[in-house]
């Protein structure tokens, strides 16, 4: 999927938008009430694109290991990463195939990559085994049933963007992979995507969890 190449210089630019920053804030909010990292823990970071989440983990005192499938991709993550003296290590690696050995890590971290793996349960069942006993699995993805899921399964955005290579998965879709294992789940994101920028608020957010799906929704295991 080197259609990610194409994406990587530019990718960290949302991430300044007020709209960016508001959904990044959300998801991290979502990903740490279910995801309790501890100091010390080694965690896999999976599709970690240019480091978003490897820093922030890394941050919290984790001993981080991003893999992803794409090159540049990679590099900015270690550019970002050597910017703020962090040590983390980066892997071009595929998650249908982890160079690890088995029970290699702490816990294992994946957020906003789903949307892209075709073969979940081949997925989760690989990084099972990378895994040690107890360890905590946290994976966050675009809901499909939402307004947001909606948008990039419209015409225009299978057409022209990387969302035509994506496989959204439903709340419930997430939930029943390694059922007997899970643990806790959760959504974010009731804000729709063509929201005023003044309407970008967490009061907004708020009231409209109670009547709309959430537009990202994350799953946490335990093994």
């Known amino acids: 999927m080197t259609f990610f190449n194409k994406e990587a210089s530019g990718y960290d630019s949302w991430y300044k938008t007020k709209l960016g920053s508001f959904i990044d804030q959300l998801e991290t909010d979502l990903a740490f009430k279910l995801f309790r990292p501890e100091k010390g ?5 999976i599709g970690c694109g240019t480091g978003n989440f490897s820093i922030k983990l890394a941050e ?10 794409s090159n540049e991709m ?15 290590e980066f892997h071009n690696m ?25 073969e979940p349960s ?9 895994v040690r006993d107890n360890s905590q699995i946290l994976i966050g993805t675009i809901s499909k049933d ?7 399964l419209s015409e225009e955005f299978q057409k022209n963007t990387v969302f035509k290579y ?16 899970l643990v806790d789940s959760g959504q974010c994101l009731f804000i729709p995507p063509n929201s005023n920028e003044e309407d970008i608020n967490m009061e907004n957010e708020i009231k409209l969890s109670k009547s709309e ?3 990202f929704i994350c799953a946490l295991w335990k093994k």
């Open 41 to 45: 823990m080694k965690v896999l970071d």
């Open 146 to 152: 939402s307004k947001w899921g909606q948008l990039y």
């Open 122 to 130: 081949r997925a989760l069942v690989e990084i099972f085994r990378v």
């Open 166 to 181: 994506a496989d959204f998965k439903t709340l419930k879709d997430l939930c029943s992979l390694k059922e007997e294992n």
């Open 60 to 69: 919290m005192g984790c001993k981080v290991v991003g893999i992803d499938i």
């Open 213 to 215: 799906k959430g537009g």
């Open 74 to 88: 990679l590099n900015q993550a270690r550019i970002k990463a050597e910017k703020l003296g962090l040590d983390i």
């Open 94 to 118: 595929d998650v249908y195939n982890l160079e690890f050995e088995d029970k290699s890590f702490d816990a294992a971290f994946s957020m906003a990559a789903f949307e892209f793996i075709k």
